[in-house]
């Protein structure tokens, strides 16, 4: 959410510094994720001041160029060289002397410097429109009204507009607070409670008269479907013309990020904003028979939305009417492309109503327009303000605009409802906040924030909720308030916490994850948290069936729960590799989600991810690229670290990676791993290889040993290596090798290596030969060479009869 400091001011009958006032919002729970400084004009023109040119004469050296002495008004002429064709003596024009920095459009800024242009002596510039970032133009210097003193500060003159803008971080319940109004209530119920009185009260706007047309329009309003429309408020205005609006209202909505379109739509936007209704304008000649229905369409009515789509619309979509039972808009999410206020439009007809916010967000949604009403809709907006809004958007258009209103307000407002009411207790209210809250406290809070109290004992109190906080309605709610108002940072840190001892269960799963988490980190990984969310796009049909999708989805792109880790993780790769970070080793602990035949899945996972150089470049070492042995390491070592040392390897079928490789832990596989594809790559215009393995994390949490005991006595007795060179055929892997060599299941057998592979014609034709070591060890006794080569020639038979291997002599 965008606030604007003066805006905001314009409603408070202190004014605290923007510093202030940024402490203030944090304090009542209105987070202040930043504070930045806005101006219309960059630089807002400071050190420019207005100058008299007094001579002009042709520069010696160039065609092109004029000398002038310019009287700025501080002693001593300046001698400026100017390349301005209309540059004449007696002119009042714009002057950057030396030391000023000024900020062209388009361009970099410039810090004017004492120089010679072609032999002459300049001090400073005269300056064009788009020079100081007042305008686009570059046909000739600014010449300014003959009546302006030299000297005068440029920013006295054009008034560049500055501001302080605050983003807070709302949470979804605080839809009071989407508006400038809304913040100035919570700001000025602190400052009540600070001094225990009920003398700050939000300024509201002033509502003028409205000058009343000649000739009435009445347009009426029905509404036919009341559960999703329960009030709608509008009225008729004539003999507006459209056109810019005035400087103030431009600068008030530019600031916060919103483009100035004409003086009725920024009307609109400009009430939206103030008072977090939302409102929308008609031209009131599209409106077919003087009548506005509120109803719904059948299942699949084309309608042509302001941005030129067609869209197929939902049975269940509202939509607001002509008499002709023409659709004109979505109600609360989009205004129709023929129905809306153009340059000849002359007469509107102003809408301000209370839509219902699941509809609201549902269709909003299905159609793909989170636009600015949607999202307060959505949220729920204050049923009883409506008038009041209309009241003071037509005041407005009346004063910018200069319509008449050619009706009074029409209001259908069928079932009224009625305010919230909630009970509770002070008990309760100090309980919950930890907080021992004098009850004058409590109440002082509750109507500063305009509650109203319906009845009081001398244990609690019963109150009603205003209408603009309609996300309140449980005790715990109070609660809240009351906390948030009195300052968060106001709770107290008990001196004495009393705990209970536990024990944990083993393994401790967040040893376990810190464990590995040092590791990996004391290797050069960054930790990286993606979101859960991501974009369909990125799985093959085959992969959605089975994943899970978001019914109400954030954005388009965000529409469903990943299934892998390895597609949030490119989209990190590809955002640093965007911004030159090419050499990357990222680690993440996350979820995946999956549909199931009863319910959903939900799977805990480590995913490795890199990518470029191993090491960076160095006079002693060059650097080589990452690779699968790279990623094999860490992978290997990550499984050590857990304690698991008889791995087996087999080949796997993830369509993602190439290779693509599964290793097994007592049969259960728990790490896929290998080369991401150059398909998946270019899904996100990555063009350097990624090395990508997954641990499936809840089944190593399941296959480790339930003690902290990792660690093992170094063996008494010697270790014996044994070797053979084995002859098989080419397709056939190392994999295979040491798979058949487990089969053998003997307990003296703890470790096999491929140390050589070779090839040669001498072998044979599609022959190659690999030279494995075979490392025996007994922890009870020294090895015998009998024991050793029973074994062996286990071993040499098992090779024989399952890889039709050979054994080189």
Same mark, same amino acid.
């Given at each position: 959410?965008?606030?604007?400091?003066?805006?905001?001011?314009?409603?408070?009958?202190?004014?605290?510094?923007?510093?202030?006032? /940024?402490?203030?919002?944090?304090?009542?729970?209105?987070?202040?994720?930043?504070?930045? *400084?806005?101006?219309?004009?960059?630089?807002?023109?400071?050190?420019?001041?207005?100058?008299?040119?007094?001579?002009?004469?042709?520069?010696?050296?160039?065609?092109?160029?004029?000398?002038?002495?310019?009287?700025?008004?501080?002693?001593?002429?300046?001698?400026?060289?100017?390349?301005?064709? &209309?540059?004449?003596?007696?002119?009042?024009?714009?002057?950057?002397?030396?030391?000023?920095?000024?900020?062209?459009?388009?361009?970099?800024?410039?810090?004017? $410097?004492?120089?010679?242009?072609?032999?002459?002596?300049?001090?400073?510039? =005269?300056?064009?429109?788009?020079?100081?970032?007042?305008? &686009?133009?570059?046909?000739?210097?600014?010449?300014?009204?003959? /009546?302006?003193?030299?000297?005068?500060?440029?920013?006295?003159?054009?008034?560049?507009?500055?501001?302080?803008?605050?983003?807070?971080?709302?949470?979804?319940?605080?839809?009071?607070?989407?508006?400038?109004?809304?913040?100035?209530?919570?700001?000025?119920?602190?400052?009540?409670?600070?001094?225990?009185?009920?003398?700050?009260?939000?300024?509201?706007?002033?509502?003028?008269?409205?000058?009343?047309?000649?000739?009435?329009?009445?347009?009426?309003?029905?509404?036919?479907?009341?559960?999703?429309?329960?009030?709608?408020?509008?009225? /008729?205005?004539?003999?507006?013309?459209?056109?810019?609006?005035?400087?103030?209202?431009?600068?008030?909505?530019?600031?916060?990020?919103?483009?100035?379109?004409?003086?009725?739509?920024?009307?609109?936007?400009?009430?939206?904003?103030?008072?977090?209704?939302?409102?929308?304008? +008609?031209?009131?000649?599209?409106?077919?028979?003087?009548?506005?229905?509120?109803?719904?369409?059948?299942?699949?009515?084309?309608?042509?939305?302001?941005?030129?789509?067609?869209?197929?619309?939902?049975?269940? #979509?509202?939509?607001?009417?002509?008499?002709?039972?023409?659709?004109?808009?979505?109600?609360?999410?989009?205004?129709?492309?023929?129905?809306?206020?153009?340059?000849?439009?002359?007469?509107?007809?102003?809408?301000?109503?209370?839509?219902?916010?699941?509809?609201?967000?549902?269709?909003?949604?299905?159609?793909?327009?989170?636009?600015?009403?949607?999202?307060?809709?959505?949220?729920?907006?204050?049923?009883?303000?409506?008038?009041?809004?209309?009241?003071?958007?037509?005041?407005?258009?009346?004063?910018?605009?200069?319509?008449?209103?050619?009706?009074?307000?029409? #209001?259908?407002?069928?079932? =009224?409802?009625?305010?919230?009411?909630?009970?509770?207790?002070?008990?309760?209210?100090? $309980?919950?906040?930890?907080?021992?809250?004098?009850?004058?406290?409590?109440?002082? =809070?509750?109507?500063?924030?305009?509650?109203?109290?319906?009845?009081?004992?001398?244990?609690?109190?019963?109150?009603?909720?205003?209408?603009?906080?309609?996300?309140?309605?449980?005790?715990?709610?109070?609660?809240?308030?009351?906390?948030?108002?009195?300052?968060?940072?106001?709770?107290?840190?008990?001196?004495?916490?009393?705990?209970?001892?536990?024990?944990?269960?083993?393994?401790?799963?967040?040893?376990?994850?810190?464990?590995?988490?040092?590791?990996?980190?004391?290797?050069?990984?960054?930790?990286?948290?993606? &979101?859960?969310?991501?974009?369909?796009?990125?799985?093959?049909?085959?992969?959605?069936?089975?994943?899970?999708?978001?019914?109400?989805?954030?954005?388009?792109?965000?529409?469903?729960?990943?299934?892998?880790?390895?597609?949030?993780?490119?989209?990190?790769?590809?955002?640093?590799?965007?911004?030159?970070?090419?050499?990357?080793?990222?680690?993440?602990?996350?979820?995946?989600?999956?549909?199931?035949?009863?319910?959903?899945?939900?799977?805990?996972?480590?995913?490795?991810?890199?990518?470029?150089?191993?090491?960076?470049?160095?006079?002693?070492?060059? /650097?080589?690229?990452?690779?699968?042995?790279?990623?094999?390491?860490?992978?290997?070592?990550?499984?050590?670290?857990?304690?698991?040392?008889?791995?087996?390897?087999?080949?796997?079928?993830?369509?993602?990676?190439?290779?693509?490789?599964?290793?097994?832990?007592? &049969?259960?596989?728990?790490?896929?791993?290998?080369?991401?594809?150059?398909? *998946?790559?270019?899904?996100? #215009?990555?063009?350097?290889?990624?090395?990508?393995?997954?641990?499936?994390?809840?089944?190593?949490?399941?296959?480790?040993?339930?003690?902290?005991?990792?660690?093992?006595? =170094?063996?008494?007795?010697?270790?014996?290596?044994?070797?053979?060179?084995?002859?098989?055929?080419?397709?056939?892997?190392?994999?295979?090798?040491?798979?058949?060599?487990?089969?053998?299941?003997?307990?003296?057998?703890?470790?096999?290596?491929?140390? #050589?592979?070779?090839?040669?014609?001498?072998?044979?034709?599609?022959?190659?030969?690999?030279?494995?070591?075979?490392? +025996?060890?007994?922890?009870?006794?020294?090895?015998?060479?009998?024991?050793?080569?029973?074994?062996?020639?286990?071993?040499?038979?098992?090779?024989?009869?399952?890889?039709?291997?050979?054994?080189?002599?």
């Amino acid at each position: 959410m965008t606030i604007s400091y003066n805006w905001l001011c314009e409603y408070l009958p202190v004014k605290p510094t923007p510093q202030e006032l /940024s402490t203030i919002l944090t304090r009542i729970g209105l987070e202040v994720e930043s504070l930045e *400084k806005f101006e219309a004009v960059k630089g807002s023109l400071a050190g420019l001041v207005v100058g008299e040119v007094l001579t002009t004469e042709k520069h010696p050296n160039a065609d092109k160029l004029t000398l002038t002495t310019v009287n700025t008004g501080n002693g001593e002429p300046l001698r400026i060289v100017c390349g301005a064709p &209309n540059v004449a003596a007696g002119q009042k024009v714009v002057v950057a002397p030396v030391g000023t920095t000024i900020y062209p459009i388009g361009g970099e800024p410039l810090t004017m $410097k004492k120089a010679k242009i072609r032999g002459e002596e300049s001090m400073g510039m =005269i300056c064009a429109e788009d020079e100081i970032g007042l305008g &686009n133009s570059h046909a000739g210097i600014m010449v300014l009204n003959p /009546s302006l003193q030299p000297g005068t500060p440029a920013s006295e003159i054009f008034k560049p507009a500055q501001d302080w803008i605050y983003e807070i971080g709302l949470t979804p319940n605080r839809m009071d607070a989407m508006s400038h109004i809304g913040v100035a209530k919570d700001v000025c119920a602190f400052l009540n409670n600070i001094e225990h009185t009920h003398k700050y009260q939000v300024q509201l706007p002033e509502i003028k008269e409205l000058p009343q047309a000649a000739t009435p329009l009445s347009i009426s309003v029905t509404l036919e479907n009341t559960e999703a429309c329960p009030r709608y408020s509008g009225i /008729s205005i004539t003999g507006v013309k459209v056109g810019p609006s005035p400087d103030w209202l431009k600068d008030h909505l530019v600031a916060i990020g919103v483009r100035p379109i004409n003086n009725i739509v920024d009307v609109t936007n400009f009430v939206l904003h103030e008072t977090g209704l939302p409102l929308h304008a +008609f031209d009131a000649a599209a409106i077919k028979g003087n009548a506005v229905v509120v109803k719904n369409l059948p299942q699949g009515t084309p309608f042509v939305t302001l941005d030129e789509k067609e869209r197929k619309l939902d049975a269940t #979509d509202l939509i607001i009417c002509n008499g002709a039972g023409e659709a004109m808009c979505i109600a609360g999410v989009f205004g129709g492309l023929h129905s809306g206020v153009s340059d000849s439009t002359q007469t509107v007809f102003l809408e301000c109503a209370y839509f219902s916010p699941g509809g609201i967000r549902t269709t909003s949604f299905r159609h793909g327009l989170r636009t600015d009403a949607a999202s307060r809709f959505e949220k729920g907006v204050d049923i009883s303000n409506t008038v009041f809004v209309l009241q003071r958007a037509a005041s407005l258009i009346c004063e910018l605009a200069g319509g008449q209103a050619a009706s009074g307000i029409i #209001d259908v407002y069928p079932d =009224i409802r009625h305010k919230t009411h909630v009970e509770t207790t002070y008990a309760y209210i100090r $309980k919950l906040s930890g907080s021992n809250y004098p009850a004058d406290k409590i109440k002082n =809070i509750l109507r500063s924030l305009g509650f109203d109290i319906l009845s009081e004992t001398t244990e609690g109190l019963k109150v009603a909720v205003p209408y603009s906080k309609p996300d309140i309605s449980l005790p715990a709610d109070l609660v809240e308030e009351v906390m948030r108002i009195d300052g968060l940072d106001n709770i107290e840190i008990p001196s004495r916490i009393t705990i209970s001892p536990s024990v944990s269960s083993q393994p401790d799963q967040e040893r376990v994850r810190e464990k590995i988490a040092d590791y990996l980190a004391g290797n050069g990984f960054n930790e990286i948290f993606t &979101n859960s969310i991501t974009n369909s796009k990125y799985f093959t049909p085959e992969v959605l069936e089975h994943t899970v999708k978001m019914i109400n989805s954030l954005t388009v792109e965000l529409d469903v729960m990943r299934p892998s880790m390895l597609e949030t993780g490119l989209e990190s790769i590809a955002h640093n590799l965007n911004r030159k970070n090419e050499d990357l080793l990222f680690f993440e602990f996350g979820k995946t989600y999956t549909v199931k035949e009863k319910g959903y899945g939900e799977n805990n996972h480590l995913a490795l991810y890199l990518t470029g150089k191993k090491t960076a470049e160095t006079w002693m070492h060059k /650097s080589s690229p990452v690779d699968f042995w790279f990623l094999k390491g860490f992978v290997i070592n990550t499984l050590r670290q857990l304690g698991f040392s008889s791995l087996q390897w087999v080949e796997g079928s993830d369509p993602s990676l190439q290779p693509a490789w599964e290793i097994k832990v007592k &049969n259960q596989p728990v790490v896929t791993l290998g080369g991401v594809t150059t398909k *998946k790559l270019k899904q996100f #215009d990555i063009k350097q290889p990624v090395w990508y393995a997954t641990f499936n994390w809840d089944k190593i949490l399941g296959l480790l040993q339930k003690s902290d005991n990792f660690y093992r006595e =170094i063996p008494r007795f010697p270790a014996v290596r044994r070797d053979l060179a084995l002859v098989l055929d080419k397709q056939v892997k190392f994999a295979a090798v040491e798979s058949a060599a487990r089969s053998v299941k003997s307990q003296l057998l703890q470790q096999i290596n491929l140390f #050589d592979v070779f090839e040669s014609e001498k072998l044979g034709a599609g022959k190659k030969s690999y030279a494995v070591s075979f490392t +025996f060890l007994d922890n009870q006794k020294t090895l015998t060479d009998k024991e050793i080569d029973s074994v062996m020639d286990k071993l040499v038979k098992t090779f024989e009869s399952q890889l039709q291997a050979e054994i080189r002599k």
